[in-house]
């Protein structure tokens, strides 16, 4: 079985100032990562994704996330943030034959002025 | 090109009724999912197609549950004799094949609120 953790429900953050989503996950097997943004009213959409290869995999939109296997992390970083970047995000898990997306509850990030 | 889109965005049923919740997957692409976000449990997995193979049915919650995927194509989430505890948020995505390092690309979803 796969689980997935979102440390933080909600993280406010003033505009230009960095921000770090935390993901922690739980697998027994080979694991593939992702991160989702969700505007509001709207669907998820992809930032990035660890499938194999180098640890630290960047995205869209200034983002940026870390693989580590000893810690069994997956933080989400962007090192100066805009107001458009507020939205849900969430931290998600496949692999092996496990093919669905197990996901986390989700982080609120509200950027303010 | 065109991405998933799902009708209709919005729903409003009385508890009892029967609703139906379509999916039109991006062209060519073979897998197809329907998972489901409320407030209290989050995004969940209900149900997974992939070409002509069996589904995977075991998220749905209940056998008011049903789906079918006609043609590889088109999907319709069919809720029976629906409970107010069905209302959320049902979003389907696409995926160019079935596997688990694939890309899942999301709809907008359908708002079902029952009363």
């Known amino acids: 079985a796969q689980s997935v953790t979102q440390l933080d429900s909600q993280v406010p953050v003033f505009e230009e100032a960095p921000v770090e989503l935390r993901c922690n996950y739980s697998?027994?097997?080979?694991?593939?990562l992702f991160w989702y943004v969700q505007y509001p009213n709207q669907g998820l959409q992809l930032l990035l994704k660890?499938?194999?290869?180098?640890?630290l995999v960047k995205g869209i939109n200034g983002f940026e996330a870390e693989f580590n296997k000893s810690q069994t992390s997956f933080h989400l970083r962007k090192p100066s943030v805009h107001i458009s970047d507020t939205a849900e995000y969430f931290c998600a898990v496949s692999g092996g034959s496990n093919y669905k997306l197990t996901f986390g509850k989700g982080t609120l990030l509200t950027v303010n002025p | 090109g065109a991405g998933v889109s799902q009708s209709p965005s919005n729903k409003v049923t009385e508890k009892g009724k029967d609703v139906e919740l379509r999916c039109d997957p991006i062209s060519g692409h073979t897998a197809l999912y329907w998972y489901r976000q409320s407030l209290g449990q989050g995004l969940e997995f209900l149900i997974y197609?992939?070409?002509?193979?069996?589904?995977?049915k075991s998220g749905l919650p209940s056998d008011r549950f049903s789906a079918e995927r006609t043609g590889g194509s088109v999907s319709t989430l069919t809720i029976q004799r629906t409970q107010q505890e069905d209302s959320a948020v049902y979003l389907c995505?696409?995926?160019?094949?079935?596997?688990?390092?694939?890309?899942?690309?999301f709809g907008p979803g359908t708002r079902l609120t029952v009363t």
């Open positions: 197609f992939q070409g002509n193979s069996a589904p995977d």
């Open positions: 660890y499938l194999s290869g180098s640890t």
């Open positions: 697998s027994s097997v080979s694991v593939y």
């Open positions: 995505a696409s995926s160019r094949r079935g596997g688990s390092s694939y890309e899942q690309y």
